[in-house]
């Protein structure tokens, strides 16, 4: 029997639609949907229980994670230095891309980059007291140290621990005399510091750390005790801490820096919920040989508090342009960070 014509005619067009099948699934291989974007995110870190909102972040894998919901596969690096000198340096060089500093620190970098790299504050990293602890008993307020003692901090007159020392100098001997005591002060990393003060019989007769060097120091030295306070400088809780970096990455790399802030607010979270697990990742990530009882207890200080809003820091930025330390003027703490609302009202 011969094949009718519409036969063939819908043969043919069966495999014609086949054959375009094909085609279009060999095409789809050939070009495949846009990979999701990769970027890298180094962050540049310091010693103590200040940074434990980026060892929660790093333990969860939070930055990764919010990476991913903006679309962006984020490998982050952690460098660990000492001092707000090193860590300035590090993110001038292009070292790091985010730094982890002292509020003096932040300020210096501010000044020094303004109209060029434009660094300014990313986040707090919360309220901590920092205490300036001595195992010299003459030595009670900071008028009875001598050419004989030696005060250990991170970073001479870089520091945030070195700033507030000479804000309680200028309040001491006057704004002249602000820089009295950094003849006797000396840059040492905190945990070498804190084993200086709690051995004694080293030149390192004083120590402004923070925590839980300043609390481990106390507990195991009978003759430590605290010279100075840092929020009886500052004139009440304040971020002594923070975040930082340049105006370019931040314009750069918007997914990256976003997802970075929702990292941290998560972690000031789970802090703020879960001491004791936040405890057990502090001496996971660092490898810290302490107590978990005792560094929940520093956790638990009701002195201390995380967030990332950066509290009374404009005091110490008034400071530093008064005695010129830095040479722009401070009118608001919205100068020397960045406008972002996940960091709240700061002062």
Do not use: C
Request: proline share 5%.
């Amino acid at each position: 029997m011969p094949i009718s014509r519409s036969f063939q005619e819908r043969v043919g067009h069966a495999v014609g639609a086949g054959v375009l099948a094909v085609v279009i699934a060999v095409l789809a291989l050939a070009s495949p949907t846009p990979a999701i974007a990769a970027e890298r995110l180094r962050i540049a870190e310091q010693y103590g229980i200040v940074y434990l909102l980026l060892n929660v972040a790093r333990d969860q894998q939070l930055i990764e994670k919010y990476g991913k919901q903006a679309g962006v596969d984020i490998e982050v690096e952690w460098v660990k230095l000492s001092g707000g000198a090193a860590v300035n340096d590090a993110l001038l060089s292009g070292g790091v891309d985010i730094a982890a500093a002292g509020v003096g620190p932040l300020l210096t970098i501010w000044d020094r980059t303004h109209g060029r790299q434009n660094v300014r504050g990313v986040a707090s990293l919360g309220n901590f007291p920092y205490y300036l602890v001595s195992n010299n008993p003459a030595v009670k307020t900071i008028a009875d140290f001598t050419d004989k003692d030696r005060i250990a901090l991170p970073a001479v007159s870089v520091s945030v621990q070195a700033r507030v020392l000479q804000m309680a100098a200028a309040k001491q001997w006057g704004d002249a005399e602000f820089a009295k005591l950094d003849n006797i002060s000396v840059a040492l990393p905190h945990p070498d510091a804190t084993a200086a003060i709690i051995s004694g019989g080293t030149e390192i007769t004083a120590h402004f750390g923070n925590p839980p060097f300043q609390n481990q120091e106390l507990a195991q030295n009978p003759d430590a005790h605290i010279v100075l306070n840092s929020y009886d400088v500052l004139g009440g809780p304040a971020a002594s801490t923070v975040l930082f970096a340049t105006e370019r990455f931040r314009n750069e790399h918007p997914e990256t820096y976003g997802a970075f802030l929702k990292a941290l607010l998560e972690a000031a979270e789970f802090v703020t919920a879960h001491p004791q697990e936040a405890a057990d990742i502090y001496l996971r990530v660092t490898g810290a040989k302490l107590d978990r009882d005792f560094l929940i207890k520093v956790i638990t200080d009701p002195e201390v508090k995380f967030t990332l809003q950066p509290n009374n820091t404009l005091g110490l930025a008034k400071f530093m342009h008064k005695v010129g330390a830095i040479k722009r003027p401070v009118e608001r703490w919205r100068d020397y960070f960045f406008d972002d609302p996940a960091i709240g009202e700061g002062s």
